[in-house]
């Protein structure tokens, strides 16, 4: 899956990033959600397939916001 971050969005995302509230909760989220997909055999089922929808969900509405982002733009 390609993934286009101008570089507008990147310096966005990494000043939000660099606010510490917001990267103590980024890591503590992460440290839960990896913690609770290794509980259980279908807990870790259950976050793959949901990742999987996820992926798919993106990679298959990312050419028409592409096609649509200079409409919305103007």
Do not use: W
């Not at 990679?59 to 916001?65: D, E, F, G």
């Amino acid at each position: 899956m390609e993934t286009h971050i101008t570089s507008a969005e990147a310096q966005f995302l990494s000043r939000l990033c660099s606010i510490p509230v917001v990267s103590s909760t980024l890591d503590q989220l992460s440290t839960f959600y990896s913690r609770n997909k290794l509980s259980s055999s279908v807990v870790r089922l259950a976050c793959e397939t949901a990742e999987f929808g996820i992926r798919v969900a993106a990679s298959t509405t990312k050419p028409l916001l592409y096609r649509l982002e200079p409409q919305s733009e103007s």
